[in-house]
């Protein structure tokens, strides 16, 4: 959790406005008519099939897809599995050749999940969390039906059926979506801390029906914890921060950064960087510039991707931003402990 986040986002006081929707009906009628189409394009979906096997460690796990349709990206390692589904159209679930059952059920009549406690060693939520009215409620009773240590993961990108999909989710940013679902996991109470994957910014696929749009890939973000009481058997799943880089080519890359003394823009994540000004330091004379510009972009591929970097090659938590020295027209890392570290100088 971020340490200097302020709970807001599922202030109970505020609840019933949050987690509205423009279509209030029941849910079973917005799902009586099947949707047997693939709600992301080919890369975001293979993407989803990658995460899962990396993060899924265990060997022959019973697997729940909550929230589940006819297809559940299950890689083929996994697919011989004992998997449940749990959904709202039926016709759905059958179509679907994972599942070894299934069963219709409605999370926003009915938050409890018809499973015993400690039954299942993976539950799986993609791209539906952002129509549940009562998240908490429900990622509680997740915490419940998994084995100690077991892993719950929530996938979601950037489309929805907006009139099904609460007012908070709606109208929060890509980021924001992050802070609320890492602090519904810490609301529960019922799983250790959280992970983070993001992948943005990849270009879209050439065979895909909006490639002439110019809109990269659908970006995948997932959030995901575990259950306390890991076996010390069972082998740990990889480092907390991954993060597939928008696969830009090199040259793109390059023209970028080319262009940086124009642009005052990341190359990596196209964000505008920060004027900084250089601290004085009596001490140490590292740069004779009065200013940098440094990128602060929290979901800055390069960023993002440092934290992991710093952390395989020296152990320690700490992760760089991109920096320009516009005097020298140099571009190169700054470290930063942190993600509040450097910020008290940006000066606009
Ligand atoms: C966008 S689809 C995603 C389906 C699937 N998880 C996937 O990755 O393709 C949203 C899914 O959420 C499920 N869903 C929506 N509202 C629900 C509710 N109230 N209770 C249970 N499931 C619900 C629907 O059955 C639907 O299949």
Not at 91 to 105: I, M, P
Not at 145 to 169: Q, T, Y
Request: aromatic content about 10%.
């Amino acid at each position: 959790m971020h340490e200097n986040f302020i709970p807001l986002l599922v202030d109970p006081s505020h609840h019933q406005v949050n987690f509205s929707r423009m279509d209030e009906s029941d849910d079973a009628l917005f799902y009586s008519k099947e949707r047997l189409v693939s709600h992301l394009d080919s890369l975001a979906l293979e993407t989803i099939v990658d995460l899962i096997e990396n993060l899924v460690v265990e060997d022959n796990p019973t697997i729940l897809d909550l929230m589940a349709s006819w297809d559940s990206h299950i890689p083929v390692r996994l697919r011989s599995c004992r998997i449940t589904g749990l959904g709202m159209n039926e016709t759905e679930l059958k179509k679907n050749e994972v599942l070894s059952d299934y069963v219709v059920h409605d999370l926003n009549r009915d938050c409890r999940l018809p499973f015993p406690d400690g039954h299942f060693d993976v539950v799986l939520n993609t791209v539906s969390v952002d129509y549940l009215k009562n998240p908490v409620e429900v990622f509680r009773e997740v915490g419940r039906i998994l084995k100690p240590g077991g892993l719950f993961l929530v996938i979601f990108s950037n489309r929805m059926f907006p009139e099904k999909a609460v007012k908070i989710w709606r109208e929060s940013s890509e980021e924001e979506r992050i802070l609320l679902l890492e602090e519904i996991f810490q609301e529960t109470g019922a799983f250790d801390s959280t992970g983070l994957f993001i992948s943005k910014g990849r270009p879209r696929p050439s065979d895909d029906k909006y490639a002439n749009l110019g809109t990269p890939s659908d970006p995948v973000y997932a959030i995901y914890a575990e259950k306390p009481g890991k076996a010390a058997s069972r082998k740990s799943r990889p480092p907390i921060r991954l993060l597939k880089e928008g696969a830009m080519n090199k040259d793109t890359l390059e023209t970028k950064k080319e262009q940086i003394h124009k642009t005052l823009r990341c190359p990596h994540c196209d964000e505008k960087m920060k004027k900084w000004a250089v601290p004085e330091n009596p001490f140490e004379a590292t740069w004779e510039n009065e200013f940098l510009y440094i990128c602060f972009n929290d979901n800055c591929p390069y960023y993002v991707r440092g934290w992991d970097h710093v952390y395989k090659t020296t152990s320690r938590m700490a992760s760089y931003r991109f920096m320009y020295n516009q005097d020298k027209d140099i571009c190169s890392p700054i470290p930063v402990p942190s993600p509040k570290a450097l910020r008290e100088s940006i000066i606009d």
